[in-house]
């Protein structure tokens, strides 16, 4: 099986799905189980601590096995980020953690600077660390060289439904670096995250594309197989791209053609 490998975990699906943004929790469950994710991330400072294990998003995911991924969202500088992955260790969820600083409030775009400094911090303290970044080649090998498990580069801005904005800096960034490499932020819809895998990256993390679809269940199931079509194409090998047509069929040995 083409699983996809995290520092020590191991997914089924190269599909990473949030948890915010849904109607209610039964939707919140439906979209998730069409997902086909393994790996589903939660926003640390959003959880309610009160709500019963039953009726609590936690106590359903760990319910069913799926891998949690905590993450920093909200956080404005490295000791926050790093603060309250401390937190989401103590709450018995993970090491894994999606570090999140953001520097702007209006684009959701992030601070690279304590961005680095809070995956460095938390490396040496025995996170396997997945960060949020820019789509910068530069700055995810840094990311690489601090340690961290995985880059998650920003296809555009987060909640946009963009797409893919600029597919050469992703294509640069699989050259640059050895770790996983995941797109976070800006998938609309199938086709987006089709195009994502198909450049070379090993996974996409998303969840406004899903959660404010029209029919959220239907999105998740069709994200699904969008991922795994996109990654069973780039493993395929496209055709070249070619300014002028070639024949389907070999025009060697045609009777009547000149050989």
């Avoid at 969820?93 to 938390?122: C, H, N, R, Y």
């Avoid at 996983?180 to 199938?190: F, Q, S």
């Avoid at 029209?214 to 197989?225: F, I, T």
Wanted: aromatic share 4%.
């Amino acid at each position: 099986m083409d699983r996809l490998r995290i520092g020590e975990v191991e997914l089924d699906s190269r599909l990473i799905v949030g948890t915010g943004k849904y109607r209610d929790l039964e939707q919140t469950k439906a979209a998730l189980e069409a997902s086909g994710a393994s790996m589903v991330t939660v926003a640390v400072r959003r959880l309610d601590l009160k709500a019963p294990g039953g009726d609590s998003i936690i106590g359903y995911l760990k319910q069913r096995g799926y891998v949690l991924l905590p993450n920093t969202a909200g956080c404005y500088s490295a000791d926050e980020a790093v603060r309250t992955c401390r937190l989401a260790r103590e709450l018995g969820m993970s090491g894994l953690v999606k570090v999140e600083v953001i520097g702007d409030p209006k684009t959701l775009f992030p601070d690279v600077v304590q961005t680095l400094e809070a995956a460095a911090t938390l490396v040496r303290e025995g996170f396997t660390v997945l960060p949020y970044t820019t789509d910068d080649p530069i700055t995810a090998k840094k990311l690489e060289d601090v340690g961290c498990a995985a880059v998650m580069p920003l296809a555009a801005p987060i909640g946009s439904g963009l797409g893919i904005r600029n597919p050469y800096n992703i294509e640069i960034i699989r050259e640059a670096i050895s770790v996983p490499l995941i797109v976070d932020a800006g998938v609309g819809t199938a086709s987006d995250a089709a195009v994502a895998m198909e450049l070379g990256c090993d996974g996409v993390l998303m969840n406004t594309a899903i959660a404010g679809a029209e029919d959220p269940v239907r999105m998740a199931r069709a994200m699904n197989l969008a991922v795994r079509a996109g990654r069973e194409a780039y493993l395929a090998g496209r055709i070249p791209r070619r300014l002028y047509a070639t024949a389907s069929s070999p025009l060697e040995g045609v009777i009547g053609s000149k050989q």
